[in-house]
Each structure stands twice: as structure tokens, then as C-alpha cells.
């Protein structure tokens, strides 16, 4: 993955997970670098990890799909969502990182991600799940549809999840997410209602195609900025023009860096996966 530091200053710093989505890029797409460097440059560590099957995470491919494996419970979805724990534990471990602050942001297959996690592990603060939070449709690919994940359950109810920690929702007119003012909104607002805790449950809606857009991303600096940073001047969380790394800059593994010789393949994940569950 990419770590994204807040250069001259000093901590404790909150920090945030990013997976990125299903962009061909992965991680390296414009609009996840540019977030995670505003991120850093607000004052937080922000990481930024592959998916499964995306740049240094090739050993598996994305579409894995093994019936004997999903008997156990192996999955692309199972194992993203561990990767998402993991990265939480690696955070959280850095010594300039204040480990009551944790948060997590991610559109479309990184949206899933985003709720998936805070569902989990209360570890995560604030959430702001973006273009993913949909009544009527729960995911595109095999990593967002988890055997037996939604047997009796859908997004809104995961993303429900996360109450009453704070949490953004973010959607558009020209995808799955379009009916959220009328209705994943209000539902997920039910269960905060609950807490007596609707202030910590808002969205941000816009008229736009599938995206993680900087309208999108300035909404998600300023309800970061609220609960995390305790920051309310909405100028000082604007977004900044930020570089543009290339794949070659931040990839970990090349050819001059090579993956370790003892680096496991797909069906030797798996079996050690199934080995674990046996034992």
C-alpha cells in the first residue's frame, strides 16, 4: 500500500483507511491518491491498500472463485475484509498514530469495504462509505458478495451497522445510490434514532454518475474534519491541488523488488486458509 504522512508536523495523528474500488488503477487512480494526500495534508496518516488481484496484490486474482474453497469460507470478499482488519492493526501500530482515532473512506467496491469493516471492528470512529449504500442493489463483483453474507441482510442494514458512531453517506442521481434522501437515509436514521444520535448520521447527495468526485470527497474532509479533528472551518478542509504519483513510483513489488521467494500463490492461500479453519 501507499502511506501518506502530514509532513512537518507532529503527532498523534487519527488516521484513515482507504481501499480503493474497482478503478483499473487501483490504488493508484487519480482520485484515491488525491484524497489521501489532502488527507495527509489535514493533519492525518491516511493508507491507502490494495484490493485483491490489483497491482502488488497479483498473487490472487480478483475474480477467484472456488466452490470446495467457499465451503470453508474462503472468498476474495472474506479475505479483502481481513486485509481491511489488518490494515486497521498495521495503523494502529505506528507510533505517531492516536489508535482512538481511526476512520475508513472508500466508493463503490471500496464503499462495501467501508461498511463491511465498520460493521466488525469498533475500531473505526468515523465512516463514510461513498456510492455504495443501495436498497436494491448489494454489489457488481464476487469480493462485495460474500457467501452467505446477506442471508438475511442488505447494505442498508450492515451500514446500519455502524451506529451511533458518526457516519457520512454519499450518492448520486446517475447510479445504484439514487434513492438515498428517500430512502436508505431515512432507514439507517431509524437506527441512530434509537440512540438518540441522529446528529452523527448525514449524507451528501449530488447529481452525478458513480464517482468518488471532489464535491464527494470535500463533503467527507468536512465530516472527518467535524468528529475527528474537532475542526468546524469548513475553508481550512477545501481540497488542494496535490501531485500525481505513476504506478512505477509507488508500486512495492518490480522487478528490481521482487515478491519474497516464500510468497504464497492463490491455492496455497487458500489451503492455508482451509487449514486454519480445520485446526
Same mark, same amino acid.
Given at each position: 500500500?501507499?502511506?501518506?504522512?502530514?509532513?512537518? +508536523?507532529?503527532?498523534?495523528?487519527?488516521?484513515?483507511?482507504?481501499?480503493?474500488?474497482?478503478?483499473?488503477?487501483?490504488?493508484?487512480?487519480?482520485?484515491?491518491?488525491?484524497?489521501?494526500?489532502?488527507?495527509?495534508?489535514?493533519?492525518?496518516?491516511?493508507?491507502?491498500?490494495?484490493? %485483491?488481484?490489483?497491482?502488488?496484490?497479483?498473487?490472487?486474482?480478483? $475474480?477467484?472463485?472456488?466452490?470446495?474453497?467457499? @465451503?470453508?469460507?474462503?472468498?476474495?470478499?472474506? @479475505?479483502?475484509?481481513?486485509?481491511?482488519?489488518? =490494515?486497521?492493526?498495521?495503523?494502529? $501500530?505506528?507510533?505517531?498514530?492516536?489508535?482512538?482515532?481511526?476512520?475508513?473512506?472508500?466508493?463503490?467496491?471500496?464503499?462495501?469495504?467501508?461498511?463491511?469493516?465498520?460493521?466488525?471492528?469498533?475500531?473505526?470512529?468515523? =465512516?463514510?462509505?461513498?456510492?455504495?449504500?443501495?436498497?436494491?442493489?448489494?454489489?457488481?463483483?464476487?469480493?462485495?458478495?460474500?457467501?452467505?453474507?446477506?442471508?438475511?441482510?442488505?447494505?442498508?442494514?450492515?451500514?446500519?451497522?455502524?451506529?451511533?458512531?458518526?457516519?457520512?453517506?454519499?450518492?448520486?442521481?446517475?447510479?445504484?445510490?439514487?434513492?438515498?434522501?428517500?430512502?436508505?437515509?431515512?432507514?439507517?436514521? $431509524? %437506527?441512530?434514532?434509537?440512540?438518540?444520535?441522529?446528529? +452523527?448520521?448525514?449524507?451528501?447527495?449530488?447529481? =452525478?454518475?458513480?464517482?468518488?468526485? +471532489?464535491?464527494?470527497?470535500?463533503?467527507?474532509?468536512?465530516?472527518?474534519?467535524?468528529? %475527528?479533528?474537532?475542526?468546524?472551518?469548513?475553508?481550512? @478542509?477545501?481540497?488542494?491541488?496535490?501531485?500525481?504519483?505513476?504506478?512505477?513510483?509507488?508500486?512495492?513489488?518490480?522487478?528490481?523488488?521482487?515478491?519474497?521467494?516464500?510468497?504464497?500463490?492463490?491455492?496455497?492461500?487458500?489451503?492455508?486458509?482451509?487449514?486454519?479453519?480445520? =485446526?
Amino acid at each position: 500500500g501507499s502511506l501518506y504522512r502530514p509532513k512537518g +508536523k507532529t503527532g498523534p495523528f487519527p488516521a484513515i483507511i482507504n481501499p480503493h474500488g474497482h478503478w483499473a488503477e487501483g490504488r493508484m487512480a487519480e482520485p484515491v491518491q488525491t484524497r489521501c494526500a489532502n488527507f495527509a495534508l489535514q493533519g492525518y496518516i491516511a493508507f491507502s491498500y490494495n484490493m %485483491i488481484g490489483y497491482i502488488d496484490n497479483d498473487q490472487m486474482e480478483h $475474480s477467484f472463485r472456488n466452490d470446495p474453497a467457499y @465451503l470453508w469460507s474462503v472468498s476474495i470478499g472474506g @479475505l479483502q475484509l481481513w486485509n481491511s482488519i489488518r =490494515a486497521l492493526d498495521f495503523v494502529a $501500530s505506528l507510533p505517531e498514530v492516536d489508535a482512538d482515532r481511526l476512520a475508513c473512506t472508500g466508493c463503490s467496491g471500496g464503499g462495501t469495504q467501508t461498511f463491511m469493516v465498520t460493521a466488525v471492528d469498533d475500531r473505526i470512529k468515523v =465512516a463514510a462509505p461513498v456510492n455504495m449504500v443501495s436498497s436494491f442493489f448489494q454489489g457488481g463483483c464476487l469480493c462485495e458478495n460474500t457467501p452467505g453474507t446477506r442471508m438475511d441482510a442488505y447494505n442498508v442494514e450492515i451500514s446500519a451497522c455502524g451506529a451511533p458512531r458518526p457516519q457520512i453517506l454519499v450518492g448520486a442521481t446517475g447510479d445504484w445510490t439514487d434513492m438515498l434522501p428517500e430512502v436508505e437515509y431515512p432507514d439507517i436514521l $431509524s %437506527i441512530y434514532r434509537l440512540f438518540g444520535d441522529e446528529d +452523527k448520521l448525514t449524507y451528501f447527495y449530488q447529481d =452525478a454518475g458513480h464517482n468518488y468526485n +471532489k464535491n464527494g470527497r470535500e463533503a467527507v474532509y468536512k465530516w472527518f474534519g467535524r468528529w %475527528i479533528l474537532g475542526e468546524t472551518d469548513d475553508e481550512k @478542509l477545501r481540497e488542494v491541488e496535490t501531485p500525481v504519483e505513476t504506478i512505477d513510483t509507488l508500486r512495492v513489488f518490480d522487478q528490481q523488488n521482487p515478491r519474497p521467494d516464500d510468497a504464497l500463490d492463490q491455492d496455497s492461500i487458500a489451503q492455508v486458509v482451509i487449514a486454519r479453519s480445520k =485446526a
